[in-house]
């Protein structure tokens, strides 16, 4: 293999890998965009269930069939 193949297969592969990595950091944003949005909505629901529940209620309690 001479010098100026070696450089352009080198090259190929570089640009390869600089398309690569900018597709991977979009999709690691995509993903940090929906983990945040799901933090949310596991808030909201959190908040939801909370507001729903009697006062006099336990989370620790057995139901009264056991």
Known sequence: MDEASRLTALEER???LQRHTTEQDKA???LAD???KLRQEIARLRGQMGANRDP??????RPPHY
Do not use: F, K, R, S
């Not at 006099?56 to 309690?61: I, S, Y």
């Open 14 to 16: 570089y640009v390869h």
């Open 28 to 30: 690691m944003l995509e």
């Open 34 to 36: 929906e983990v945040a």
């Open 56 to 61: 006099g209620e336990h989370a620790d309690e």
